[in-house]
């Protein structure tokens, strides 16, 4: 290990388990000197300008506390030196350490070998130093740290990726102010700490061994941290999960996937995948029906749906307060498999084996569940996980997941959530993992079963990085768009689609037209940017009007009006399909809509309509009014009726000059636009036929 000789400013390799000495853990700025650039300062003053070493004290176990000669402080006063290292050495020297060790000068960079070996090895470099000095350059001194708006609680050290081994693993670390002097200890100042980064004092303290806390507890500690290199996030955290792990940068988040992986070969802990909202309203699962409010729940899928986190920040939400569950329990709920299972690589991914509850077989039957298209109702699940959440102690996580259609044979475990509505009070509207009593586990045990499935490899690393990559950006304003093949397939089906966008009076509305010869859908799309950007709501209106009828006689939609909503990263939750219905005589039409991401602040729209025919039964009038005998075969039985105005029972003659179609209406006479909607049927039908009325092309009512 190469260390700072305090007293001459050279570097010195010595092992560090017979070393005493000092390190220094501190926010790196812009620039700090490196390696390279310290020796060509060490080498004006007797250090060896190839090597960066001196050479050895005569007696190396000797710890010297001699003042330094003035010929051994002239490298302290070259204006070349840091005065970072100047400064840390000097603290360190009059502390009385004889070596000190910063890891932006003693490791050599250029070095891949060395840098991954440092990497590696830092969380016990850190462990193993006598105290650790943590140096606060955004800490005025004079401050009280428990103040509650101090810089103490606000620095930029406690919001680091590297800082967090370098604050869990040394026993002794002293805090330092800007000019050096002391603020206090981790000891002294414990709670507070705890309280700023959320780490439990046992785990400062060392009083409980980082294994007694899940691997979700620990990720949540570095959730919120911050490295310059995306793969330091990473890294970062090898100490704290004891694993040892090759550094390739330019990997990006490809290096959690990898740290995730090896957690699940060393670690037997289910918590990795027990990320993102934690449900914590009223148990659903347990109360009588009779009791249960009404609720109504939407599947999504996540994006991407890997069912391993695809970002440190899954774990900012509810994941501290997860806890490994014992054995015992386990046991008692006849789960033991759960501390066993396995996970073997294969080129369709991770294969492994774990119990799945059907999701509609957990939720109350009283309770309605929308799932998304193409993903049907059976192939939802709640994964249970060996793990519980402290709010519900001796309750097992499960995790929502599905597994998409397959023709491959190969069941791969997606990640997906809930939306719970009326939202609970207490947690999140859109939890991820809910908790399983063991009362609904053994209500529910014929139906779990142990499932051999697949966690997919991850996506396709992005061309950009999350800072660059436009679904991280907030919008600006938002430009939906009908591309060429929407109209086109549109247009297929009968319909001249026109489009126009916002104008001065209405800036944040779209409008949407689909005519044909027998209607008009009309749809206006309105969006809503919330948070600086970073919440986009779009709401769409549809109508349906007829040519024939008045303004008054508009086609009732069910429902009138849908809502997409999403957060940045911008990701499927907008591309839900919706659907929208209208019920005419003879026909049921579906107009179903999404957006589909283009660009950022840039939306497609996405339409499709499908007509669905309805049975309609006839009735005698109706060859009465077509002038056919009732008791006759019907041929023959043509009648031509004139445009003369004039009204029948059980229908309407139109002064159009259109046939006149009888229906039967059990509620009293029909509306005029009943009446209307009934005349498609045509000439010609027999007594007691069933109706069915399609046309190519455009969709009739």
């Given amino acids: 290990m190469r260390f700072l000789d305090t007293r001459t400013g050279q570097f010195v390799v010595r092992d560090p388990e017979k070393t005493r000495y000092a390190i220094l853990s501190h926010t ?6 490196t390696y390279g650039e310290l020796k060509i300062v060490q080498a004006r003053y007797g250090g060896p300008a190839g090597t960066g070493y001196a050479s050895p004290p005569a007696s190396p176990s000797s710890q010297s506390h001699t003042v330094p000669t003035e010929t051994d402080l002239s490298i302290w006063d070259d204006s070349e030196l ?45 462990g193993d130093a006598t105290e650790c000095y943590a140096y606060l350059a955004d800490v005025p001194p004079g401050e009280d740290p428990r103040s509650p708006k101090s810089s103490f609680r606000s620095s930029r050290w406690f919001e680091r990726g590297w800082t967090l081994q370098e604050l869990v693993s040394p026993s002794e670390v002293k805090f330092l102010s800007n000019d050096w002097n002391i603020i206090g200890t981790k000891h002294i100042l414990v709670d507070l700490i705890s309280e700023i980064t959320g780490i439990p004092d046992e785990a400062l303290l060392h009083e409980k061994s980082l294994d007694e806390f899940s691997v979700a507890q620990r990720l949540s500690w570095a959730a919120n941290r911050t490295t310059t290199r995306v793969e330091d996030r990473a890294y970062s955290l090898l100490g704290i999960f004891d694993i040892n792990m090759s550094t390739l940068y330019g990997e990006g988040e490809r290096a959690f996937r990898r740290l995730q992986e090896e957690i699940l070969r060393r670690i037997p802990d ?3 995948f027990a990320w993102q909202d934690v449900y914590q309203g009223p148990d659903m699962s347990e109360q009588p029906i009779a009791d249960q409010a009404e609720c109504t729940l939407r599947c999504l899928e996540w994006s991407p749906s890997v069912l391993l986190a695809s970002s440190m920040n899954d774990f900012s939400a509810d994941s501290r307060d997860i806890q490994i569950v014992p054995h015992a329990v386990l046991d008692r709920l006849q789960l033991s498999s759960l501390s066993t299972i396995e996970y073997t690589p294969s080129p369709q991914g991770i294969r492994t084996q774990i119990p799945l509850l059907p ?3 957990y939720f109350p039957q009283s309770a309605t569940i929308a799932y998304p298209d193409g993903i049907p109702r059976s192939q939802w699940y709640l994964a249970i996980l060996g793990c ?14 599905y597994i998409p259609p397959s023709g491959t044979g190969i069941d791969l475990l997606c990640s997906g959530c809930v939306v719970v509505s009326p939202a609970p ?31 997919s490899h991850p996506e396709r690393a992005s061309t950009q990085s999350d800072t660059r990559d436009p679904r991280y950006q907030p919008h600006k304003t938002i430009n939906l768009l009908l591309r060429r093949k929407t109209g086109d397939a549109l247009r297929a089906q009968g319909y001249t689609a026109g489009f126009r966008g916002p104008d001065e009076d209405h800036p944040t509305t779209h409008w949407l037209t689909l005519s044909c010869d027998d209607h008009t859908i009309t749809v206006e799309y309105r969006h809503t940017l919330e948070y600086h950007g970073r919440r986009l709501t779009v709401e769409a209106d549809v109508k349906m009007s007829r040519p024939a009828l008045d303004a008054a006689g508009e086609i009732e939609a069910d429902p009138r009006s849908v809502k997409w909503w999403g957060y940045a990263p911008w990701n499927k939750l907008l591309d839900r399909t919706q659907e929208i219905t209208f019920t005419l005589a003879t026909k049921k039409l579906a107009v179903k809509l999404s957006l589909d991401w283009a660009a950022l602040s840039h939306y497609s729209l996405r339409v499709d309509i499908v007509t669905e025919a309805l049975l309609v039964e006839s009735s005698p009038s109706l060859q009465l009014a077509q002038g056919t005998d009732a008791s006759g ?20 003659l139109q002064p159009d000059g259109d046939a006149l179609l009888p229906r039967q209406y059990s509620d009293g006479p029909p509306s005029p636009l009943e009446a209307r909607e009934g005349e498609e049927h045509g000439a010609g039908t027999k007594v007691g036929e069933e109706v069915e009325v399609e046309r190519e092309g455009c969709v009739w009512g």
Wanted: charged content about 30%.
């Fill in 28 to 33: 790196w700025r812009t620039w700090e000197q």
């Fill in 425 to 455: 009070s207490r947690s999140d509207d859109q939890p991820d993992l809910f908790p399983l009593s063991s009362a609904t586990i053994e209500r529910c045990r014929e139906h779990i079963t142990l499932k051999t499935v697949y966690i």
């Fill in 82 to 126: 840091s005065r970072k290292i100047r400064d840390a050495c000097r603290v360190a020297r009059e502390a009385g350490y004889d070596y000190l060790w910063i890891d932006s000068c003693c490791i050599d960079k250029s070095s891949s070998s060395e840098l991954t070996e440092s990497i590696n090895s830092m969380y016990k470099w850190y």
């Fill in 633 to 652: 075969s019907g041929a023959g039985g043509e009648a031509d009726i004139g445009a003369e105005a004039g009204t029948s029972e059980g229908g309407v």
């Fill in 270 to 272: 289910q918590s990795l």
């Fill in 388 to 401: 519980e959440h402290k709010s519900r102690p001796g309750s097992l996580l499960g995790r929502v997941c």
């Fill in 359 to 361: 999701l509609s077989r």
